[in-house]
């Protein structure tokens, strides 16, 4: 595959803690710790992990709708972190968002018409008329609406049919790289297929590259390239898809891969019970995170964090004894 597009540099996002009559600041919820990835043109990348991992604030923090607490994130060699008004406004135009839930995400008073053209106004490459509806519905036409549909409201379209409106509007600037964040976790099962396949059907077309959240690891198995897997603000694995799903190298990776059942069942594989809850991301364990968790713990797990080392091929893993 072709060329890296999206580079990220140990990113951290802290969010503060404040407490008391004065507060005064207590500590940090450390919601991204130290993540590095890469994503190329053309290509999916898959994030999964359990609620409070920090997925949907990587997501944000590399667009900038977060700003970072530390880190570097280039786009197509551009630093974002770093961007003035005018090239983050150019920067906001190739990289995009999609929310995990289109009821709250659309405007309930603006038409299609003004969600999806808004943008296109507002980067003055259109005045509101007739090119611009001509261009609106060119798009939504794209994403499986038609053009019946120009000056309905949100209400009066399915969650399937609001997702489609919410990657319209992201795709408005002709973007080249988009963060979906769970863009099919509202929606019904039967609809979710729909949806994943107009997205990798976008990305045939216009040669996109996505960053994929979800917690759902048979549609990122699906949709995805390669995967990252994050545990308390943590990038733990980072694989190729196959790679990662058929031989996953860090124990939390096993164990969150042995929940799922498998297709063949005379095919055996033990369900990996982990023990204990997840620690708070204020108060991470030191060494490896996940050291209170693991079954193969030694001392040195409490004592150092894992290097995030590739194993070769672009097999990363951030665990001690990982081969
Ligand atoms: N705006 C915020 N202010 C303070 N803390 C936040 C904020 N957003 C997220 N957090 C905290 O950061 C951590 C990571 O949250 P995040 O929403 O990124 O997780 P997630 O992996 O997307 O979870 P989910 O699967 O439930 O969407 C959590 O502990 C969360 O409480
Ligand atoms: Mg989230």
């Known amino acids: 595959m072709s060329e890296v597009i999206l580079e990220v540099n140990n990113l951290k996002k802290y969010f503060p803690i404040h407490q008391g009559f004065l507060r005064r600041k207590v500590g940090d ?55 003035h008004k005018d090239e983050m406004k150019e920067l906001r135009r190739e990289m995009q968002i999609v929310f995990q839930d289109p009821y709250s995400s659309l405007n309930p008073r603006m038409t299609v018409s003004r969600i999806v053209g808004e943008s296109l106004v507002e980067h003055e490459l259109f005045h509101k008329g007739k090119e611009l509806d001509d261009y609106v519905v060119d798009i939504i036409t794209k994403c499986g609406l038609a053009k019946y549909h120009l000056n309905r409201y949100p209400h009066e379209f399915s969650g399937g049919q609001r997702q489609r409106i919410g990657i319209a509007r992201a795709l408005a600037l002709n ?101 204990g809850d997840i620690p708070s991301p204020a108060n991470p364990p030191l060494g490896c995170k996940f050291h209170t968790r693991c079954m193969y713990a030694k001392d040195i797990c409490k004592e150092e964090i894992p290097e995030f080392k590739n194993l070769g091929g672009d097999h990363f893993v951030a665990c001690h004894f990982a081969k």
């Open 29 to 83: 919820v450390k919601a991204v710790d130290d993540v590095s990835l890469f994503i190329k043109e053309g290509e999916t990348l898959g994030i999964v992990g359990e609620s409070g991992c920090g997925k949907s604030t990587l997501g944000r923090t590399l667009l900038r709708l977060y700003e970072a607490t530390d880190g570097e994130v280039y786009y197509k060699g551009k630093n974002v972190l770093n961007a």
């Open 175 to 275: 973007p080249s790289f988009i963060v979906a964040d769970e863009p099919v976790s509202a929606l019904d099962v039967s609809i979710q297929s729909q949806v994943i396949n107009l997205l990798t059907d976008l990305q045939r077309d216009l040669n996109l590259s996505y960053m994929f959240i979800s917690h759902d690891l048979g549609v990122v198995r699906y949709i995805s390239h390669r995967v990252g897997v994050m545990y308390l603000g943590s990038m733990v694995e980072l694989a190729g898809k196959n790679a990662l799903f058929d031989s996953p190298k860090h124990p939390y990776t096993q164990a969150l891969l042995s929940a799922i059942p498998k297709p063949d069942p005379t095919v055996k594989r033990d369900r990996i019970i982990l023990e």
